[in-house]
């Protein structure tokens, strides 16, 4: 998972540069009222990138011989309940939590 966070900001940041921004990937942006839904908004090629990208957790344990069910269905949920939860535009997840626990901030995406 963590080359797949690396390679995802560097990919979404290239995706913020102006050519790619105003030519594809506004499309994701341009929600007037952000939902869980908006996480999953993107032009075809973004679906095809990130179906690459997220794979890599699954196929690195599945030729290291580590895969399980629970592994690949437990990584898909968590990453897919995350992605909506950073776009859910409320905080789920109160503050003090964050403030009792630093690290929780490197495992949970909220809209903050
Ligand atoms: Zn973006």
Known sequence: MGPVEFL???FHRALHHH???SR???????SI???PITSVIHPFAEHVAYSLLFSIPMLATAFTGTASVLSIFGYIAYI????N????NFELVPQWLFRAF???KYLMYTPS
């Open 8 to 10: 995802y900001y560097w």
């Open 19 to 21: 050519f790619l921004y």
């Open 24 to 30: 594809y990937h506004s499309h994701h942006h341009a």
């Open 33 to 35: 009222v952000v939902e």
């Open 80 to 83: 897919d309940f995350m992605n």
């Open 85 to 88: 939860l950073g776009h859910c």
């Open 102 to 104: 630093p690290p929780l």
